[in-house]
Every structure is written in structure tokens, then in C-alpha cells.
């Protein structure tokens, strides 16, 4: 009884130390952000309901999207490669093909109307630095404007594919993957690494990156970083509320708020889990038998001890 | 040369060569251990065991990780992690071990100053166990380098930083232990070179010494009783076991070894390959960047409470009160001056004295982490001057203890 005590007292003692070194330093030095539930409270609701042919004739044509946006499942391809455009822009424009399934209605309404209030990058576009934010505001076609806007989100939503039809990939390349390269998935800002067969091809591949990259800086002020390894360094809760609102973590970042759903930003942290802990199911299922073979073992190991034990007490 | 017989079975061949019944009978039949010792005496083990997990561990992860500044840190996260089978165990293993092998050598060392096993004879098993825990830390911190992340990066610019010693700006000597202005390819390769070979080294003859140290004053007891060992084990040869104070090391006393062992280790693979994330920094899981400070900087956590030492004070006499935390602990056998090797519930102040230890190591151990600002550099400061104020007072106290 008494190695019991013992035993609680060495147990009580690393606790506490590690209570103190742990959960509570690491409160009392990361500001804790809750999740708004992807709700965007700060932007207008979305009253009217949208009319999805109407909606296209406004992308098509007095909305001005396809100007810059390509939208490659209603057969209109980027008109200039991403470095050209990341060079006109800043950014490559994101292709709209998944817009509708990925991002929150309300917040392509408000980005459609304003979007340096949407992406909340107004502290970045000040009239005062004059710089414009390259994606310019609709003002309306003549009619009723927020009518013409839930006509354009309509339009994106019919086009794009149901929620669960679209891969985490593909939602982290529409929304983070034009600034972030993830380079343990093999994913650039201008898209995968092929494997090339020539190394002068390779060569080729890499300076248009490079390309792309010195205007992406110029546009952001630095190179994103990548985010192979983010899962580890900031953890699911960190990057969950860092998507919903970078502002909150990173007052002041050039970051713009992505506006993804609910559903959306789930995706993008299972892209995000899959590239920094790809073995997390191994993990689980190796440990499980581990751990039956230890009980094992320790059951065994106090036979051993009883036996041996009896003729000596 | 000695007579050799054709010999009878492969036991006898090598029972001629290498004389392996003496050694079994030296080493383990009849090498006695009081009965009267609980689980903590198993700690050395539990040690021994987490040493020889770090080793292989290490070993496989060293077939894989490449010493370069540009790709240390993808041979970790990316090769290791990803590529390599069973890469991610080998890791997570190798650093669960590192951090729990701290918490495992300060339960062990809180033990011997408990029950007061560094006194009267036993000094040696004192100092060289004292030796092993300056070379696991430095075995620590230049494996800390390695992953060449942020903490890695700025760990190993603090840590250098100390050897200017304050005032005396000896920038030049830091210079020296770096190979370069700041921490890069040259730092990187000798603190590779230290971490794989020169201090395992170190640890595997400290590790001898610590066990030869124990030979003569044998171990002591939870009663801190003295007897005579020979004529104890005497009684047990006789088969008088129940009576005799002494158990043999095999497979008596290893016997429950093995089964502290075992539950250790359910802990430790709970540890890996469900909590993991303890042992290891975040943000050492951004690559070094030079150009770019964490906004806090602190040691893993079983450097923290020397860290606070250095910390509170200003510049020059925080350095020379970080050198003596350092030392300290290695002169209890002379400036404990009581006469006892008995636990420190018999031993009246004493009691006290060692409770106040552990908690202000506790403290000092939390201020370390936390930002050292308003109310916790208060604490911190006060935690550190207590530290002091406990060795001074010890002599003392221990001086006027009675014989018991």
C-alpha cells in the first residue's frame, strides 16, 4: 500500500508540472479565438432569392466576371496563363467552376459588392496608400442590384459541383492554393509539380514559379508561407479560426478572409491533415496493438514477479 | 595459457573462454540488493531502458536524416515522417523518450536526495549520476538542433549567446562554438557530430561508472537501514531467504524490475502514439528562419527551471547564479553535513527542506515558460532567490540534525 502512495505522489507532482508548463503557459501566451461557426455575422444576409439564368447572363456579360475569371466547367479557360495574369493582378484569379460549392453564399454576395470588405483587406487598400484592390466592385447592371447579385450566386452554385462531390484537394487548391504552396503534397502556386522527364522542362516549370512567386510577393509584401507542415505548427483550432477570420490571429495581415463554408474549411484542414500527418490512422490502429501486447506483457511480468517473490517475503 | 579441455557443450566452450558462469554469478546471482527498497529503486531500469529505446531509436532514425542546413528539416518531417515505413514511430519513440527520460532522471535523483542515498560513502554514485545528467542534457540539447526548426534555430542562438559571458563579451568564443557569426551549416555538422557520437560516448562510460560506483557501497534502503551485506547474503546462500535482509539482483529484485518496467512502458507508448504533441514544440515545426524572432523563446521543459535561474536577474549576476544551478546540486553530499542516510521524514528540517526544493523547482520550472512579464517575473524572481536561500540555509539545518 504504501509503493501506492508513493506511486500518487509522483504522479500528483508531474501533473501539476505539467498542467503548469502545458495547458496554462500555453493559455497565457496564445490569445484563445473561438469559431463564429462560419457564420460571417459582419456581412448583410442574403434576402432575395436568385434566379440562376438570369444570373448567367450577368457573369457572362454586364457583371464583368470572365474578364479576369475563368470558369473552366462552362467552357470559358483562363484567357492568359497564371504568371501573366499573377502579373496584371498580383494573384492569378480564381477559376469560379467551384466557387458556389466552397465558399458561403452571403460572402460571395459581399465580395460581388464589395470586395475589400468581404476579403477584410480595407486596412491594405486605403485611398490614402492608392492602391486598388485588383477585383473591382459591381455596381449593379440597372435593376434591382442585390436581386443581380443572388442571381450571380445562384449561377455559381448551379454550376458548381454538390458539397460532397468536391475533393479536399480541390477545395484547398481554390481556396488557399493561388498563394500557398504545400510542397510535401507536391503543390505549387501555379499547381502540381509534373514529373518532368528533361531537366530543362523542370528548369522551365520553376522559373515561371519563380515568376509567379516575385509578383505574388510584390502584391502580398511576402511569400506565403508553406503550409506542408501547419497542422503541426498551429494546430486544427489555430487554422480553423485563422480561415474564418485572419484579422482575429494576425492583426494586420495581408491575408484576405477566404469566406469558405462551414463545409468548406473542413475540407481545406483534411487537405491540411493529410499533407503534415499523413499516418495519423496507422498511428491509431499500431498503438491499439501495442497496447494489448504491453497488458500482456505486464500481466505476465507480475506472474513473474509473485512467483519469484513468495519464497523471499 | 590456461588449460582447455574439449569441452562437453557450447555452455562449457564458452564458460572456458570467457569464464561466463563467474560473470553471471557477479553480475546478477550474487549481487545483492536490501529487500526492504520499493518501486522507485527501479528508476535506474527504467532509465537504463529508455536509454537503450533512444539508442536504436536513434540509430534508425540516422540512416535517414541528412545534416544540412537546406535539408535537415525535410529529412525529419518529410522523409522520416512520410516516406519511410514506420519512419513516424521511430521518431515519435525517439522523441517521447528524450523528454520522459527527464522526467524518469528527476524522480530518480529526488529519490536519492529523499532517502538521503548520496551520503556516507556513496558519494561517488551521487556525482557520476550527477555527470550523467549534464551529459544527457547536453545529449539533449544538440539533438534539439538537428530538426533545424525556429526553436532549434534560436535555442542554439540563446544557448551560444550565454558563452559571451555577460560583461565580459567574450563574442569571439561564441563565435568559436558557433563556427559562424550566427548558428549555421558549421554549428549544424558539430552539434550533429556531438549529439551521435561524442556524448553517447560520454553516457555509455558514465553509465559504467554510475554502475561500478554502486558495487561497494551497495544501494541503499526505503529505511535507510546499515547491515552487513555478506553476512545477510550469507543467510540467503543457506536458502534462509525469508530471513535475510538481501535479495540477488536476478531474477529476484529483476524480477520486479521488470514489471515497474512494464507499466512504464504502457505509459510511454500511450505518450506516443496518442499524445505525442508534449514532447515536441509547435513551433519547431517551422523550418529555422533567420530572419524572423518567436515571439517567445523558451527551453524544452526540463531546462526550464535553470532557465529561470538566469532569467529575473540582471545580465552579469544572472549568469553567475545560472553557472551555480548548474554545480550546485553536485556538492549535496558535503554541504548536507548531517550524519543520517535516512529518509527525509526522520530527519526533521531536512522534511521541510526538501518539499520547499521540489516546489520551488516546480515554480521556477512554470515561470520559465511563461512570458517573463508583470506577476510572473515577480514569482519567477522570488522563486529563483529562494533556491539560493534553500543551499545556504542547508548546512545548517543539517548540522544541528541528531543522530537517529
Known amino acids: ?313 | 595459457m590456461a588449460h582447455f579441455t574439449k569441452a562437453t557443450s557450447v555452455h562449457d566452450w564458452l564458460n572456458q573462454r570467457l569464464a561466463i558462469d563467474t560473470l553471471q554469478r557477479v553480475l546478477s546471482k550474487e549481487y545483492w540488493i536490501p529487500k526492504n527498497i520499493n518501486f522507485l529503486w527501479a528508476m535506474g531500469m527504467v532509465l537504463a531502458f529508455t536509454f537503450g529505446i533512444l539508442l536504436v531509436s536513434g540509430i534508425f532514425l540516422l540512416m535517414y536524416y541528412q545534416p544540412h542546413v537546406d535539408t535537415a528539416f525535410d529529412s525529419v518531417n518529410f522523409t522520416i515522417m512520410r516516406e519511410v515505413e514506420f519512419g513516424w514511430l521511430w521518431r515519435h519513440v525517439h522523441a517521447v523518450a528524450a523528454s520522459v527520460v527527464f522526467l524518469i532522471i528527476y524522480i530518480h535523483m529526488l529519490t536519492g536526495i529523499y532517502y538521503g542515498s548520496y551520503k556516507k560513502g556513496r558519494e561517488m554514485i551521487w556525482i557520476s549520476g550527477m555527470l550523467l545528467f549534464v551529459a544527457f542534457s547536453a545529449e539533449a540539447f544538440s539533438g534539439y538542433m538537428l530538426p533545424w526548426g525556429q526553436m532549434s534555430y534560436w535555442a542554439g542562438m540563446v544557448i551560444t549567446n550565454l558563452f559571451s559571458l555577460g560583461s565580459l563579451e567574450f563574442n569571439g568564443l561564441v563565435e568559436w562554438i558557433r563556427g559562424d557569426y550566427v548558428p549555421g551549416q558549421a554549428f549544424l555538422d558539430r552539434f550533429f557530430m556531438l549529439h551521435v557520437l561524442l556524448i553517447p560516448l560520454a553516457i555509455l562510460g558514465l553509465i559504467g561508472l554510475h554502475f561500478g560506483a554502486l558495487r561497494i557501497p551497495h544501494v541503499n534502503n526505503q529505511d535507510g537501514e546499515e547491515f552487513d551485506f555478506d553476512e545477510e547474503a550469507a543467510k540467503y546462500k543457506a536458502g534462509k531467504k525469508k530471513e535475510s535482509k538481501v535479495i540477488a539482483f536476478a531474477n529476484d529484485f529483476l524480477s520486479k524490475d521488470m514489471f515497474v518496467v512494464s507499466i512504464y512502458l504502457i505509459f510511454f507508448f500511450y505518450l506516443v502514439f496518442w499524445h505525442f504533441g508534449f514532447a515536441m514544440d509547435p513551433i519547431n515545426f517551422d523550418p529555422a528562419d533567420g530572419l524572423k524572432t518567436p515571439p517567445h523563446i523558451y527551453p524544452e521543459w526540463y531546462f526550464l527551471w535553470s532557465y529561470e535561474i538566469l532569467r529575473p536577474f540582471p545580465k552579469d549576476p544572472g549568469l553567475v547564479a545560472f553557472g551555480i544551478a548548474q554545480v550546485i546540486f553536485f556538492l549535496l553530499p558535503w554541504l548536507d553535513r548531517s550524519p543520517n542516510a535516512v529518509p527525509a521524514s526522520r530527519r526533521g528540517l531536512f522534511f521541510f527542506w526538501f518539499w520547499a526544493m521540489v516546489i520551488d523547482l516546480i515554480v521556477l520550472t512554470a515561470m520559465g515558460k511563461l512570458p517573463p512579464q508583470g506577476i510572473y517575473s515577480t514569482i519567477g524572481l522570488y522563486a529563483a532567490g529562494f533556491f539560493f536561500l534553500l543551499w545556504i540555509i542547508l548546512p545548517f539545518i543539517t548540522k544541528s540534525e541528531k543522530r537517529v
Open chain 1, 1 to 313: 500500500m504504501k509503493e501506492f502512495k508513493i506511486l500518487a505522489v509522483v504522479i500528483f507532482f508531474t501533473l501539476v508540472t505539467y498542467w503548469l508548463v502545458e495547458p496554462f503557459a500555453h493559455s497565457q501566451m496564445h490569445a484563445h479565438v473561438e469559431s463564429e461557426g462560419f457564420s460571417y455575422d459582419d456581412l448583410p444576409p442574403l434576402e432575395k432569392t436568385g434566379d440562376a439564368t438570369r444570373g448567367q447572363d450577368l457573369v457572362m456579360g454586364a457583371g464583368g466576371c470572365i474578364g479576369c475569371h475563368s470558369i473552366e466547367s462552362a467552357g470559358f479557360p483562363a484567357a492568359m496563363d497564371a504568371v501573366t495574369n499573377s502579373a496584371s493582378y498580383g494573384v492569378n484569379p480564381p477559376d469560379l467552376s467551384n466557387a458556389g460549392g466552397i465558399y458561403e453564399p452571403k460572402f460571395l454576395a459581399a465580395l460581388i459588392k464589395n470586395p475589400t470588405q468581404a476579403l477584410m483587406v480595407e486596412h491594405k487598400f486605403t485611398p490614402e496608400s492608392g492602391k486598388m484592390h485588383p477585383m473591382i466592385a459591381f455596381y449593379g447592371a440597372g435593376g434591382d442590384i442585390d436581386q443581380e447579385v443572388a442571381d450571380m450566386v445562384a449561377y455559381l452554385q448551379s454550376i458548381a459541383p454538390k458539397p460532397d462531390q468536391i475533393t479536399p484537394a480541390q477545395a484547398f487548391e481554390t481556396a488557399c492554393g493561388r498563394c500557398h504552396s504545400v510542397k510535401y503534397e507536391n503543390w505549387t502556386q501555379i499547381g502540381e509539380k509534373p514529373v518532368f522527364k528533361k531537366k530543362r522542362d523542370e528548369l522551365v516549370f520553376l522559373t515561371q514559379l519563380e515568376d509567379y512567386n516575385a509578383n505574388l510577393m510584390g502584391y502580398m509584401g511576402k511569400l506565403p508561407p508553406d503550409l506542408s507542415m501547419y497542422i503541426r505548427s498551429r494546430g486544427e483550432h489555430y487554422l480553423s479560426t485563422f480561415i474564418e477570420n485572419p484579422q482575429n490571429l494576425l492583426h494586420g495581415t495581408a491575408m484576405p478572409r477566404v469566406g469558405v463554408s462551414k463545409d468548406g474549411a473542413e475540407k481545406v484542414l483534411e487537405y491540411l491533415v493529410e499533407a503534415g500527418d499523413p499516418k495519423h490512422a496507422e498511428r491509431d490502429s499500431v498503438g491499439v496493438k501495442v497496447m494489448i501486447f504491453l497488458l500482456v506483457f505486464a500481466a505476465a511480468s507480475y506472474l513473474w514477479k509473485k512467483e519469484i517473490w513468495k519464497d523471499l517475503h
